[in-house]
């Protein structure tokens, strides 16, 4: 089995394109290549395929860059399945995990929602979207600079406080206090809940 992620930006004209799009190819870059993992269509909407075990972080990575930009924020669809089909284009490979995440978005944007899961499993997506609806409570209220801390530490998870301060320009005590609102212990104990629940596929 796959993960498929499928998303948009949201209010994505209300900021310069080139800035944002550029940002979000280098980032995607780390976990493969285009087109055949990841690819941007439309302008504005993105889909990546992925290990299971590593999709709810990658997605914590696109959120947290991507809430780095004023006014922007994604929506995002994570299906798990199987791929059938393997194409040069990830737009043009099929299976189940695409067929999940793709009529997931679309149900996302009719109800006003930036984060789900469907799974082969509807007990397993049913724990999952309780836990996510409530996150997106939080995440989809990041500020700039929660954002970029979060950020940072997804991609960077054995950098001190000490580096982060000088990487931002900023004091120890704004890193801790910013740390602190954006409830990483919670953040990281829910990727722990996330891959367990997900080995029970």
């Not at 994604?74 to 299976?95: D, P």
Request: hydrophobic share 40%; proline share 1%; aromatic share 8%.
């Amino acid at each position: 089995m796959i993960a498929v992620i499928t998303g948009d930006i949201i209010n994505s004209q209300q900021t310069e394109t080139e800035l944002w799009l550029t940002d979000l190819k280098n980032l995607l870059k780390n976990w493969g290549e285009a087109p055949q993992t990841w690819e941007i269509y439309r302008g504005d909407e993105f889909q990546m395929k992925c290990e299971i075990d590593d999709v709810f972080r990658y997605f914590l990575a696109i959120k947290s860059l991507i809430k780095t930009y004023e006014n922007l924020d994604v929506r995002i669809a994570i299906g798990i399945g199987e791929e059938q089909f393997l194409s040069e284009k990830i737009t043009e490979s099929n299976g189940t995990a695409y067929v999940n995440s793709g009529r997931l978005l679309n149900e996302l944007k009719l109800q006003g929602r930036t984060l789900a899961i469907k799974t082969p499993d509807e007990k397993i997506d049913r724990d999952l979207n309780i836990v996510f609806r409530w996150c997106s409570v939080d995440f989809d209220n990041w500020t700039v600079a929660v954002a970029e801390i979060i950020h940072q530490f997804i991609m960077n998870s054995d950098i001190t406080q000490e580096d982060l301060a000088r990487k931002l320009n900023i004091t120890q005590s704004s890193v801790s206090q910013r740390s602190k609102r954006a409830n990483l212990d919670l953040i990281k104990e829910t990727d722990l809940y996330f891959r367990k629940k997900i080995v029970e596929l």
